[in-house]
C-alpha cells in the first residue's frame, strides 16, 4: 500500500492535535476520527475509538504509534464459521 509523503507528515486531526497538548484531556476520551495517525503522545493513555456502532476501549501503548486509530477497533461483526455451528441438516432419506 503507498505511504504517505514524507513531506507531508502523518495525518492526525486538528481536535487531536490541540488534545495531545492537554494530555489530560486524552484520558479515555472518545474518538471518531479512525483515520488519525498515533502519535507518541498518546502512549499510557486510554482512548475509546467508535466503530460505527459503539465505542471501544483501547490502551495506547508503544508499539501501536504509526498506525491509524481504526486499526484497533474492528467494525465488522465476528461470527464463527459453518463448520463450527453443527452438522445441520442431514442429506439423504427421511
Known amino acids: 500500500m503507498p505511504r504517505r509523503s514524507i513531506w507531508k507528515g502523518s495525518f492526525v486531526d ?3 492535535l490541540r488534545m495531545k497538548k492537554k494530555r ?3 484520558l ?3 474518538i471518531w476520527s479512525r ?3 498515533i502519535s507518541p503522545e498518546f502512549v ?3 482512548v475509546r475509538i467508535y466503530n460505527g456502532k459503539t ?3 483501547c490502551k ?3 508499539g501501536k504509534v504509526g498506525h491509524k486509530f481504526g486499526e484497533f477497533a474492528s467494525t465488522r461483526k465476528r461470527r464463527p464459521s459453518r463448520t463450527n455451528i453443527g452438522q445441520g ?3 439423504g432419506k427421511k
Do not use: G, M, Q, Y
Open 44 to 46: 499510557d493513555c486510554s
Open 89 to 91: 441438516r442431514k442429506k
Open 28 to 30: 479515555n476520551r472518545k
Open 55 to 57: 465505542p471501544v476501549r
Open 14 to 16: 486538528a481536535f487531536l
Open 60 to 62: 495506547i501503548t508503544e
Open 35 to 37: 483515520r488519525s495517525s
Open 24 to 26: 489530560d484531556l486524552l
